[in-house]
T-cell receptor, first 116, second 113 residues
Framework: KQEVTQIPAALSVPEGENLVLNCSFTDSAIYNLQWFRQDPGKGLTSLLL?????REQTSGRLNASLDKSSGRSTLYIAASQPGDSATYLCAVRRYAGGTSYGKLTFGQGTILTVHP | NAGVTQTPKFQVLKTGQSMTLQCAQD?????MYWYRQDPGMGLRLIYY???????DKGEVPNGYNVSRLNKREFSLRLESAAPSQTSVYFC????????????FGEGSRLTVL
């Protein structure tokens, strides 16, 4: 059974800092890994998706890396801003073979606070 | 949220009442999902639909029914609501053309008294 762990559970940083959020998973037979952002009282917004064959993906100030063999992914946020304050979740999709999509397992999330 | 609309956004029910949560997408995707999110439990899959007319159980299907009558809409029904079903419910669609990327609606907050 896939288990996804996100560390730390909460993080508070001053504005301008570069920071790293961690996601680890127990089963390396994955199809892809997706990072989401969730603002209080809102739905999940997709940030980045990394295929199992990829090492990293970048979008603006965000960079996500994937090391499938060690079961780890990191989300790097450069020059953090108060508007980055949210909960960040990672989700790992199991490899199912063929054209099927396997089960998606979510981590518990990291609550990020960026203070001015 | 990428064309996924959920209604209602808020609902309060009494134990034993029934209701239906609606989800509609405007992107013509096949796969649709219903999740619930609870503090300390994370996101859990209730039901999913790989295509119009098909549905399958997820991790926590008990107490729920779903209906996928057309490609655009996927509804979640609580026949006899229980306090344990107090939660935030999210509908999601899978974007096959983007390597299985998942897009979520804004959520429906349900309280069962």
């Amino acid at each position: 059974k896939q288990e996804v762990t996100q560390i730390p559970a909460a993080l508070s940083v001053p504005e301008g800092e570069n920071l790293v959020l961690n996601c680890s998973f127990t089963d390396s037979a994955i199809y892809n890994l997706q990072w989401f952002r969730q603002d209080p009282g809102k739905g999940l917004t997709s940030l980045l998706l990394i295929q199992s064959s990829q090492r990293e993906q970048t979008s603006g100030r965000l960079n996500a890396s994937l090391d499938k063999s060690s079961g780890r992914s990191t989300l790097y946020i450069a020059a953090s801003q108060p508007g980055d304050s949210a909960t960040y979740l990672c989700a790992v999709r199991r490899y199912a073979g063929g054209t099927s999509y396997g089960k998606l397992t979510f981590g518990q999330g990291t609550i990020l606070t960026v203070h001015p | 949220n990428a064309g996924v609309t959920q209604t209602p956004k808020f609902q309060v029910l009494k134990t034993g009442q029934s209701m239906t949560l609606q989800c509609a997408q405007d992107m013509n995707h096949n796969s649709m999902y219903w999740y619930r999110q609870d503090p300390g439990m994370g996101l859990r899959l209730i039901y999913y639909s790989a295509s119009e007319g098909t549905t399958d159980k997820g991790e926590v299907p008990n107490g729920y029914n779903v209906s996928r009558l057309n490609k655009r809409e996927f509804s979640l029904r609580l026949e006899s609501a229980a306090p344990s079903q107090t939660s935030v419910y999210f509908c999601a669609i899978l974007y096959r053309g983007r390597d299985g990327e998942l897009f979520f609606g804004e959520g429906s907050r349900l309280t069962v008294l």
